[in-house]
């Protein structure tokens, strides 16, 4: 048996709006909708879950996606420019990421 992934899955506030966000900034679009509790984004390789909670955002994300550039800082800029938040920037040799969080907090990393 082996396992696949297919999804990574965002618990969230607003699923759709949050989803809506995602699509854009991914280019992809909105892939299946159930009723607003849960949405998700056709993205490739690996689709996006919108998950509706009840509770916020609390600490640091203990799992976040990170994305590959070809142009780090003029990514960085679309994002913020489309609502992300930059919170920092780390170097570790040859490797220098961006972590930016989307419209409800959610960490991600933009490296180049």
């Avoid at 854009?24 to 909708?33: G, S, T």
């Avoid at 916020?56 to 976040?64: F, S």
Wanted: contains cysteine; aromatic residues 8%; hydrophobic residues 40%.
């Amino acid at each position: 048996m082996t396992l696949e992934p297919k999804m990574i899955t965002v618990d969230c506030a607003d699923p759709r709006e949050l989803a809506a966000w995602w699509a854009e900034v991914l280019d992809a679009k909105i892939a299946q909708d159930f009723g607003g509790e849960f949405v998700v984004v056709g993205a490739e390789p690996l689709a996006l879950g919108f998950q509706k909670v009840p509770e916020p955002r609390a600490g640091k994300n203990r799992l976040h996606v990170d994305y590959h550039t070809e142009d780090r800082q003029a990514e960085v800029r679309r994002l913020t420019a489309l609502g992300a938040t930059a919170v920092g920037e780390h170097s570790v040799g040859p490797l220098t990421w961006t972590v930016l969080q989307d419209p409800e907090g959610n960490e991600f990393c933009v490296a180049g």
